[in-house]
């Protein structure tokens, strides 16, 4: 299970807001469902956000770059507490 963290929601390109329904959001933790490598480089499908296909029988990825790695647990608790503290 490969956690990862949001850390650009904003920006897309005109024509994926014409694909993409649901979006990461910053800070937020997603896991990775599937790799996938596009024009644009390397794209993640995310366990907790699904979109509808494309015209071309695939559904669009996020661009690995607007993430960023949770490599293990005691990261993961640390974004935990800094969401708490963040929330306050």
């Known amino acids: 299970m490969d956690l990862v963290e949001c850390i ?3 920006d897309y390109h005109p024509i994926s807001l014409k694909y993409i329904k649901n979006f990461p959001v910053l ?3 997603y896991t990775i469902r ?9 794209g993640y499908l995310l366990e ?11 559904e669009p990825s996020f661009n ?3 993430f960023r790695p949770i490599d ?3 990261d993961l608790v640390k974004e935990l507490i800094n969401e708490l503290e963040y929330a306050e």
């Open 8 to 10: 650009k929601d904003n």
């Open 27 to 29: 800070r937020e933790i």
């Open 34 to 42: 599937k790799r996938q490598h596009t024009q644009n480089g390397l």
């Open 48 to 58: 907790e956000i699904e979109n509808p296909v494309m015209e071309n029988g695939k």
């Open 64 to 66: 690995a770059k607007r």
């Open 72 to 74: 293990s647990t005691d």
